[in-house]
């Protein structure tokens, strides 16, 4: 009996964390697309700038990826894709910017 109610608060717990990775990943959707980034970014193929998922295949294994990304997002980045330059993103809190960078960076192609 003890055994099953254990089991049974794992799995409560496991569905939990699930139910929060997705909502994570809808809250980081809402602040990009709240903090205009659509405006230059598409999920996937370049806009103005690269489409998520090339970013994400781009920082794929590299050492401090979410901390560059976020970087580049409150400061600004060029050369890295291209030509054009990314602007400082205004109004980006580090919170933010690194709940965002994490969601970049779990897209696929
Ligand atoms: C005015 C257009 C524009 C807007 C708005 C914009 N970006 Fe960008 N972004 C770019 C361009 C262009 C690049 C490629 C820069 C380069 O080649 O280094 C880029 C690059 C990036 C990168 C890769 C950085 C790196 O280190 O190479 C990330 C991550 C990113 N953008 C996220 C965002 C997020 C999140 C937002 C919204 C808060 C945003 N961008 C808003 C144009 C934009």
């Known amino acids: 009996m003890n055994k099953i109610v254990r089991w049974s608060s794992l799995l409560a ?7 929060a990775t997705a ?8 602040l990009a697309k709240s903090h205009a980034c659509f405006t230059c970014h598409a999920m996937a193929g370049t806009k103005v700038g690269p489409g ?3 970013i994400a295949a781009k920082f794929a294994g ?14 600004g980045e060029n050369g890295t894709f291209g030509a054009m330059p990314m602007p400082a993103q205004a109004g980006l809190t580090d919170s933010d910017a690194k709940l965002i960078a994490d969601w970049i960076l779990s897209q696929k192609k």
């Open 13 to 19: 717990v496991a569905a939990l964390g699930f139910a």
């Open 23 to 30: 909502a994570q990943a809808q809250d980081a959707k809402e």
């Open 52 to 54: 998520f998922a090339e």
């Open 62 to 75: 590299k050492p401090n990826a979410a901390q560059t990304l976020a970087a580049a997002m409150e400061h």
